[in-house]
């Protein structure tokens, strides 16, 4: 998790989301060039993900939370990991100034646990839907920590019909460390 300085007083809080040093500074990566700044906004029990891109060419993002209460699950997708299938789970919330980075090979998803919740990205490629992957978010196998039995989740059509880790890994759709490690390079070429 990145966590930038967030200011609070009478008049409410002021956050500086993102700097270029800072990202260096706690990831030990170089900054991706960002292409393509977006944001969801989801209403309590939106599911998302986990989705994914094709590498090549891949895309990192930088995600954060700038109001809300979001949990956040990065899924490793690369086949040859030692991780392989593991999860991480962050909450962010718009009252902290906290961010994750989620790079080539590593899958994203996220559940909106508060109305009106939203979400940014800075990615270092534009979104091209031909590119586009997913991987269920309720697969077993993963075993996300979801609060099935205490909330009716929202989930597109996409998200529905998204392929199990199994599914994907036979049907040639994840990427390798390597291949991931060529697309993060690529993002500096």
Known sequence: MLRADAHHDERGSFATQFTSTGFVERTGRPLFP??????NVSMRGVLRGIHHTSVLPG???YVYCPR?????FLVDLRTDSATFGGWQSV??????????YVPI???????SLEDNSVVGYLMSAPYKVEQEQSVSALDPRIGLPLPVNKMQFARSERDCAA?????SLQSGLLPNMEQCRRAEKGLYD
């Not at 090979?105 to 559940?111: A, E, F, I």
């Not at 392929?163 to 599914?167: A, K």
């Open 105 to 111: 090979g590593v899958g994203h998803g996220l559940l």
């Open 34 to 39: 960002v292409r393509e700044i977006s944001h």
């Open 68 to 72: 809300g209460h979001t949990e956040h």
């Open 163 to 167: 392929p199990t880790l199994e599914m």
């Open 91 to 100: 909450t962010l919330t718009g009252a902290a100034a906290d961010a994750i």
């Open 59 to 61: 895309r990192a993002k």
